[in-house]
């Protein structure tokens, strides 16, 4: 039978190293807190870089036994923590509503989708094929195998505390490879807990393991994975500071990296669009999780014969979200993460409202509520010079651009350093063979505003990162290549 767990006993609070749940070497702990009260949940290890190492210790030790089990070995373990994973659906959910504020059916959802990858990678850990070269030489054989990287790291953000970090180590555990992580300092119970998981299932021990670290502490613990030739990749999801600042530091040992950084991710709208659906779609994209993801629409184009209409359609439907904690069966939109992100929601709407937008829902905060939440809002005349045009605002703020034509709408959408996700409605099928060429992005959603599925690429072009998440292509990340060549046959 697979285990079902309590909520509470899914809670750990050390860091996971060797099989064994630790205190942090000195024994430091940080508050981990429920947006939505300011609770403290739980207080959790604040590692040093002795706990990293402790943990590449661990992961260096046990590469050699779990590289060498066969594929379908490691299929079978990445199975069973995707039936405990599920089985667990419900605590999981409620764990990462607890922690990160979004509403407990996304919470549940968002289990649904990491396990997702976990079953996916669980299977393409059998399908990881080599290459017969055709024969060049007499008496010479060529081949090419795919062999795991080593040891890899891998670092998430906060806004998926389960799916971003079940997609690093699914592959990463598929391919071979071993793991030591570290979650982000607001949301690291729901990443222990899948590793509690993880270990229930049969992963042994030392194959992965988990640090945990305040924001004080991170730098340092992570920089000990950067300067330690044992580690051979950097997975990281986050900001593009983040990401180049690993990109720099890991140089000195040349490791392989996958970047999922920001976006700014624009939605054009057409005149020949099916408005409904478009409207549909822009909700979907941009109020899951609050506005709290990298693919949310940042930049919404909305072309003059039809801005007027789009704007009056959204923003009826934007005021009837509903704005609550998670524990709210009816919330639509929870708590932001912190105050930091309420500021600079408040902060872009302000700019925006000072150099002449106009509010047609929201604008403002909800105190009432609590200090983290912002009402759903619609800006009308949005302008280049506005921050929330450059930036991506990260909360539940749609600012509507008016463009003419399909030329200045294209140049607007790519005028910018990122190239993740991007989205346009329109039912002319040339207009839509042009623009997906056109767009520089990883991911075009053609009159769709949900992507998101294990079987595709994730991932970005420009200062969005490299790397694919998920699909056919995201073991590649943790696989390098070797040719062997034979002589002296003949
Ligand atoms: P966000 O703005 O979403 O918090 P960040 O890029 O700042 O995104 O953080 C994403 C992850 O990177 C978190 O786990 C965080 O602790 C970690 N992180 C942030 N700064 C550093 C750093 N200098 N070195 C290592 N890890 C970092």
Redesign the pocket.
Known sequence: MTRQFELKELIRSDNFIDGQWRAAADDARFAVTDPATGTVIAQVADSSPADARAATDAAARALPAWRDLLPKERATILHKWNALILANQHALGALISLEQGKPLAEGRGEVAYGASYVAWFADEATRIYGDIIPQQQRGKRMTAVKEPIGVVAA?????FPLAMIARKIAPALAAGCTVVA????DTPLTASALVLLAHEAGVPAGVLNLIT?S?DH??AT??DWLEDSRVRKIT????T???K??ARESARTLKKLSLELGGNAPFIVFNDADLDAAVGGLLAAKFRNGGQTCVCPNRVYVQAGVYDKFADMLSRRVAELKVAPATDPDAQIGPMINIRALDKIARHVDDALAHGARVLAGGKRLPELGPHYYAPTVLADATHEMLLCGEETFGPVVPLFRFDDEAEAVEAANNTPFGLASYFYSQDVRRIDRVSRALQAGIVGINEGALASEAAPFGGVKESGYGREGSKYGLDDYLSIKYLCQGNLA
């Open positions: 670092i998430t953000p906060w806004n570290k979650p982000a300092e670290a924001r991170a730098v992570v920089a990281f999801t986050g900001s500071p983040v990401g600042y690993l």
